[in-house]
């Protein structure tokens, strides 16, 4: 069974940073593009960041530019999502997301088949 594991979530101040984590497990690391999407109380569900099974290619929504990054080391199974200078804005549940059959750039559209657990992120003022 694939399972997917978001760790690092918390409390912070504006302007502060935190370093969202996922675990992949039930396949090989780089088999799956991976992101991560987030989704605030009443609001849908929106992409924020995705990276390519090689890790050379990275797309971001374009008010997360300049303050988030992505990256995967395969040697550790994991992708970690590096927020700096967040905002009251950022305060969701993440979610990371992976998929076998689509490309990075797809997930940029529509989300892939797995997801994880979610972890919360608030911002405060």
């Known amino acids: 069974q694939v399972q997917l594991v978001e760790s690092g979530g918390g409390l912070v101040q504006a302007g502060g940073s935190l370093r969202l984590s996922c675990a992949a497990s039930g396949r090989t690391f780089s088999s799956y593009c991976m992101g991560w999407f987030r989704q605030a109380p009443g609001k849908e569900r929106e992409f924020v960041a995705a990276?390519?099974?090689?890790?050379?290619?990275?797309y971001y929504a374009e008010s997360v530019k300049g303050r988030f990054t992505i990256s995967r080391g395969n040697a550790k199974n994991t992708v970690t999502l590096q927020m700096n200078s967040l905002k009251p804005e950022d305060t969701a549940v993440y979610y990371c997301n992976a998929d076998l059959d689509k490309f990075a750039g797809q997930l940029v559209i529509a989300p892939g088949n797995y997801w994880g657990q979610g972890t919360q992120v608030t911002v405060s003022s």
């Open positions: 990276i390519s099974r090689s890790g050379s290619i990275t």
